[in-house]
């Protein structure tokens, strides 16, 4: 599977949007970008997936660049219950693979 | 979303004793389950895949015989640490698969202490 690369950590006014950037310049054509997120001492929480189209649920968007290279991943209205660990993960079988992540957290 | 429970959420033991860790998806039957550990401060590393009726595979560097997997039935899969020593104090966290969406859920994580 395709690595990815992630800052280490952002920090975000609660009520703002938050945009968290990934890196997955060696993704090929039939590999899924996922997003997940771990709030401390839980397993991780499934937040989206895409392949190649932008897609939006009740949690969040993911914007996937044309070349498919690297996503955004948006919290519309971040709150406070939004600090954690936020992975994206480049899956095309059904692995997935870890890496460090971004820790967001969420400034009142 | 679906839901994963893990069972015990926390254990505490000697060394040298055994401990299983129940992993089951209660909403969806899941074909495959997948087992992570977790080091504070670290990602999670994914330690093996278990398959409904046939034996699991490990991950470069878990010791099978260490870890032992059984994945007897859709719904239930089963991790046992034997022989369980310090340096195995972990989170250990199961996933399930769930086929129909193409997704994996996660259960919410074991913390095992071995003293």
């Known amino acids: 599977d395709a690595k990815t690369t992630q800052p280490t950590s952002m920090d975000c006014a609660e009520g703002r949007a938050a945009n968290l950037p990934c890196n997955h310049s060696?993704?090929?054509?039939?590999?899924?970008v996922y997003w997940y997120r771990q709030i401390h001492s839980q397993g991780p929480q499934y937040i989206i997936h895409g392949l190649k189209n932008n897609e939006t649920n009740e949690m969040a968007s993911l914007i996937i660049t044309e070349d498919r290279k690297s996503s955004t991943l948006i919290l519309p209205h971040a709150t406070l219950r939004d600090t954690a660990v936020y992975y994206c993960?480049?899956?095309?079988?059904?692995?997935?693979?870890f890496g460090t992540g971004t820790r967001l957290t969420i400034i009142p | 979303g679906a839901v994963v429970s893990q069972h015990p959420s926390r254990v505490i033991c000697k060394s040298g004793t055994s401990v299983k860790i129940e992993c089951r998806s209660l909403d969806f039957q899941a074909t495959t389950m997948f087992w992570y550990r977790q080091f504070p401060k670290k990602s999670l590393m994914l330690m093996a895949t278990?398959?409904?009726?046939?034996?699991?595979?490990?991950e470069q560097g878990v010791e099978k015989d260490k870890f032992l997997i059984n994945h007897a039935s859709l719904t239930l899969s089963t991790l046992t640490v034997t022989s369980a020593h310090p340096e195995d104090s972990s989170f250990y966290i199961c996933s399930a698969r769930w086929p129909d969406y193409n997704e994996q859920f996660f259960g919410p994580g074991t913390r095992l202490t071995v003293l």
């Open positions: 060696t993704i090929s054509g039939n590999e899924y």
């Open positions: 278990s398959n409904e009726g046939s034996k699991a595979t490990y």
């Open positions: 993960i480049v899956v095309g079988n059904e692995k997935l693979t």
